[in-house]
């Protein structure tokens, strides 16, 4: 069974950088792509972008030029680094794995990440 | 960007009532869609890939149609546990995009 379990901070300083990392367990990394997806309150579902395990990257244009993804094979993790946050990145953030179809068919719980002073 | 306009925004309805979602892409996407189901509180649920093709483990009572623009999520029986969230999802067309969502609701 595959599961994934998002971590990092919940609250963010505007201007700092948000970082979350996504655990990844019943799979091998190398079976898949590794989205990044988040739902600001009250808006619409937002595909961050995904990595692969040999860690060539897409992103979402609107967000590439403050956005950052690694993936550490050996503990079976990939991460997210979004640099000068607003309050506009306040969102749910989940991770996904990425199928063929790019359909994200497992999905972590999601984690709720505050831009605020 | 693709985007990707469903309605309604939310319904209501009861256990055993035949649900249609609907999806409207702002150009065409052949048959690239998935669909999911989202709950508070829970990880989302992948139901629909490729406009048609039933996720593994998922209910038959879920159903998706549809090619070019128009795309369609169909339950044909409303049961308890499918209150919730459903949005739909193009790949035909980086970046990837997601619709508004249906919210659908117990009459």
């Known amino acids: 069974q595959v599961q994934l379990q998002e971590s990092g901070p919940g609250l963010v300083k505007p201007s700092e950088t948000l970082s979350l990392t996504c655990t990844v367990s019943?799979?091998?990394?190398?079976?898949?792509?590794w989205s990044w997806i988040r739902r600001p309150p009250g808006k619409e579902l937002e595909w961050i972008g995904y990595?692969?395990?040999?860690?060539?990257?897409t992103y979402n244009p609107s967000l590439k030029s403050r956005l950052s993804m690694s993936v550490d094979t050996s503990r079976s993790q990939f991460s997210l680094n979004l640099s000068s946050v607003t309050a506009a990145d306040t969102a749910v953030y989940y991770c996904?794995?990425?199928?063929?179809?790019?359909?994200?068919?497992?999905w972590g719980q999601g984690t709720l990440v505050a831009v605020s002073s | 960007d693709v985007q990707m306009t469903q309605s309604p925004s939310s319904l209501s309805a009861s256990v055993g009532d035949r649900v249609t979602i609907t999806c409207q892409a702002s150009r065409d996407i052949s048959y690239y869609v998935n669909w999911y189901h989202m709950k508070p509180g829970t990880a989302p649920r992948l139901l629909i890939y490729s406009g048609s093709n039933l996720e593994t483990g998922v209910p038959s009572r879920f159903s998706g149609s549809g090619s070019g623009t128009d795309f369609i999520l169909t339950i044909s029986s409303l049961q308890p546990e499918d209150f919730g969230t459903f949005y739909c999802q193009q790949f035909d067309h980086l970046p990837l995009t997601f619709g508004g969502g249906t919210k659908v609701e117990m009459k």
């Open positions: 019943g799979v091998s990394l190398s079976r898949y792509h």
């Open positions: 996904a794995s990425t199928g063929s179809n790019y359909e994200f068919d497992n």
């Open positions: 990595i692969f395990y040999s860690g060539s990257t």
